[in-house]
């Protein structure tokens, strides 16, 4: 069973899974724009990288930390990416490698951290990357992709509103290191909602941590 407990070193607030052990590597995770560390998504895919031998930290990103609830403000985009540096930064005594991602907002601020500061992680993982507000693909948000040297994995839901699977397929090729796609079919942005139970959750997170860990390995 993981081991689960609070992780809050300098600015970082989160709660941390460990496996039995030694870690094999360690991924710092951020939530989306509405969200916090408590989404069923973090802690499901927390424990699922813990159960393969990883130790995987789910954060509260700046924003987050001021108020409890409400959407982020650009203004603060980059204290965001900052604290997620530092939570990265905080995993370095856990493992040799140290990777970042996050949900929809939360990983689109790690891929703008990454373009500009790739030392910070070895590799990243977004999901439900949202590519263009809903229904406005015209106002993408791939400026930075040319700039982000380090494997990423996206997991997408088939009916993202954020971004199709075409959008997805026709993105990566922008990033300069290996990528890949991984899709849930009938999926909407988040991958995971309310409705779903525990054990969709479970075997969703599963798929994405043993996925990305089989593909960082061989990027």
């Given at each position: 069973m993981p081991h689960v407990s609070e992780w809050t070193p300098d600015e970082v607030v989160g709660t941390l899974h460990e496996p039995d052990g030694a870690a094999e590597a360690a991924i710092a995770l951020a939530h989306g724009a509405g969200g916090d560390r408590q989404s069923a998504l973090l802690i499901a895919l927390c424990d699922a990288f813990a159960r393969i031998g990883w130790a995987a930290l789910r954060l509260d990103l700046p924003y987050r930390q001021k108020r409890p609830k409400g959407p982020p403000s650009p203004s603060g985009a980059v204290g965001d990416r900052e604290g997620l540096r530092l939570a990265a930064a905080s995993l370095s005594g856990k493992a040799d490698r140290v990777y970042l991602g996050g949900s929809s907002y939360g990983g689109r601020q790690a891929s703008m951290l990454l373009a500009e500061r790739p030392e910070a992680a070895q590799g990243l993982l977004l999901l439900s990357c949202p590519l263009h507000p809903p229904g406005k693909p015209e106002k993408l948000r791939t400026e930075h992709l040319p700039d982000l040297p380090v494997p990423t994995l996206f997991a997408h839901g088939s009916k993202d509103a954020f971004g199709s699977i075409a959008e997805i397929e026709a993105a990566r090729p922008?990033?300069?290191?290996?990528?890949?796609?991984?899709?849930?079919?009938?999926a909407t942005h988040g991958i995971i909602q309310k409705r779903d139970g525990s054990e969709k959750a479970s075997a969703v997170a599963g798929r994405i941590a043993e996925e990305f860990a089989r593909f960082v390995a061989h990027s």
């Open positions: 922008l990033i300069p290191a290996p990528t890949e796609l991984l899709v849930f079919e009938g």
